[in-house]
């Protein structure tokens, strides 16, 4: 790979995704596959300032075998020196890099309910930290690399040589890299003009949206009184600016809890747990899931909507045109990071607490009140979009006003 392009992209997420400051420690979560691009990070952190920067290696093969052959118990509790590591780094607004690339069907075969087991002990004994990243007391970002067994996943038909060129290919022009070398001045403008849509949908107050495709959807989403769209940038409680996802296409809030009504078809595979979902139909009655239907994985996406019972509600609801550049790329890429900026999409489990009003400094009780799902220990993205999908929204005083018409904004 092009080694200027790559420096480049390394200092983007330095600089912009996370915005290191001086001083500040940075924690990279590094696929060993991507121990050259973590190296690269690591450089580009330093060189920004960064006090200390700390990679933590993961592999796909010996998580595969801890999930397979650890000992049962293993998966009821998160190891007290992992529990008190991250919320020490949390606690002092250190910078989080994650590398998501993985085999999308790494865990295919292991027990649902492991799986289930540890995200609620994860829920339980990483409450605190996970509270303190959720209402952006350090800044977080989450970007990708391929790997191999992804590549190959994505583009079956190449050579391995050649699905890992194309998937850097796609993740380059996702992420506004080129050889010219402006990323950082592309990515202001880009958030810029995401900030511009977002602010116009808050203008309207809308109480509900109402969403119908062919795939058989037809569901209606309640809005909190004081709900905020977001895009682009976020603000650490620091006051600094941070970009969570790169690629980022999306304009997202939170949903009602309790006023969710109606059918929700998926309209892409979704990599949940290590394992491919396909074919999700969820049925909501007042906010609640109260049927779970997948043509292939529905053992894994049960597990995960019952892992507590905030993740039976909805925490996320986010608008993507069907006409964007990753949905125009046409590449299905078995990787939340991708796929949900390619598609409108909704998350089950927490929502972000400033999707309402001053919502950071709000206790979960509070939160609560508000009407968002402030209570779970889950987050799971999952795809919706599709080319006629049409959204409808709701005004308080009544009025009707088409937000999305043949899966695109006439907003
Ligand atoms: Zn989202
Ligand atoms: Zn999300």
């Not at 007042?286 to 049927?291: A, C, E, L, T």
Request: aromatic share 8%; with cysteine.
């Amino acid at each position: 790979m092009n080694e200027k392009m790559l420096k480049e992209y390394a200092r983007l997420i330095v600089e912009v995704g996370i915005n290191v400051q001086k001083g500040q420690r940075l924690v990279v979560n590094c696929p060993v596959d991507c121990a050259e691009f973590g190296r690269m990070l690591t450089t580009a952190a330093y060189d920004a300032g960064a006090r200390d920067v700390i990679v933590n290696w993961r592999d796909d093969y010996v998580n595969r075998e801890h999930w397979l052959k650890a000992d049962d118990d293993v998966f009821d509790t998160v190891n007290p020196w992992d529990v008190q590591k991250s919320l020490a780094l949390a606690k002092e607004g250190a910078g989080h890099i994650s590398i998501a690339a993985s085999n999308p069907e790494n865990l295919r075969g292991v027990d649902p309910d492991r799986l289930r087991r540890f995200d609620v002990a994860v829920g339980r004994d990483m409450k605190e930290s996970s509270r303190l990243m959720m209402a952006n007391y350090c800044p977080w970002c989450v970007v990708s690399i391929p790997i191999l067994s992804w590549a190959k996943k994505v583009f079956p038909d190449l050579s391995d040589e050649a699905a890992m060129d194309r998937l850097w290919q796609e993740i380059f022009s996702a992420v506004r890299i080129t050889e010219d070398g402006d990323a950082v001045e592309a990515w202001r403008e880009h958030c810029n003009n995401l900030e511009t849509r977002s602010a116009k949908l808050n203008e309207y107050r809308f109480k509900t949206l109402r969403y119908t495709n062919s795939l058989g959807t037809d569901l209606t989403v309640g809005m909190p009184e004081e709900h905020v769209w977001m895009a682009g940038g976020d603000t650490s409680r620091a006051g600094i600016k941070f970009v969570a996802n790169m690629p980022t296409e999306e304009i997202f809030s939170a949903p009602k809890k309790d006023e969710v009504n109606g059918v929700l078809y998926a309209s892409k595979p979704l990599n949940l747990r290590g394992n491919i979902v396909d074919g999700i139909r969820l049925t909501f009655e007042k906010g609640r899931i109260v049927d779970i239907h997948a043509d292939q994985g529905e053992d894994i996406l049960r597990a995960a909507i019952e892992t507590d019972e905030g993740s039976h509600y909805l925490g996320e609801i986010a608008l993507v045109p069907y006409d964007s550049p990753i949905s125009n790329s046409g590449v299905l890429f078995f990787n939340t990071l991708f796929d949900e900026n390619a598609s409108c999409h909704f998350a089950f489990g927490e929502a972000y607490p400033s999707c309402v009003k001053g919502g950071d400094d709000l206790p979960m009780e509070e939160l609560l009140k508000r009407g968002i799902n402030a209570d779970s220990s889950q987050h799971v993205d999952f795809m919706v979009g599709t080319a006629d999908l049409s959204i409808i929204g709701t005004t308080e005083d009544g009025r009707e006003i088409p937000v999305f018409v043949d899966g695109n904004f006439v907003i």
